[in-house]
Nanobody, 127 residues
Framework: QLQLVESGGGLVQPGGSLRLSCVAS????????IGWFRQAPGKEREGVSC????????NYADSVKGRFTISRDNAKNTVYLQMNSLKPEDTAVYYC????????????????????WGQGTQVTVSS
């Protein structure tokens, strides 16, 4: 059974960093496009970043460009989201999502483009 598990969330001060991990089990990530999404209380889910299945294409929401970096290590069946210069408005539950069958340069930030989701990890940015 296809399963995604996020980890790496926590409490961090403004300006700090966290690295989130998304580990797949039950399948190999090699041919899957992976997206990171977040949802804050009372807000709609937001696409944060996406990486193509080959890893050659990435996409970022304007709100995180220059601060977040997505990467993948297919040998470890893991996708990462490095988050630097964190702000209080980055506080949310972060989810990773996977989908296969896309062109190698297709990197959507729409949740409807992904069929498999993890349970999420909480990120809180506060002093």
């Amino acid at each position: 059974q296809l399963q995604l598990v996020e980890s790496g969330g926590g409490l961090v001060q403004p300006g700090g960093s966290l690295r989130l991990s998304c580990v797949a089990s039950g399948f190999t990530l090699d041919y899957y496009t992976i997206g990171w999404f977040r949802q804050a209380p009372g807000k709609e889910r937001e696409g944060v970043s996406c990486i193509s299945w080959r890893g050659g294409s990435t996409n970022y929401a304007d709100s995180v460009k220059g601060r977040f970096t997505i990467s993948r290590d297919n040998a470890k069946n893991t996708v990462y989201l490095q988050m630097n210069s964190l702000k209080p408005e980055d506080t949310a539950v972060y989810y990773c999502a996977a989908e296969t069958g896309y062109y190698s340069d297709y990197v959507p930030l729409k949740g409807d483009d992904f069929g498999s989701w993890g349970q999420g990890t909480q990120v809180t940015v506060s002093s």
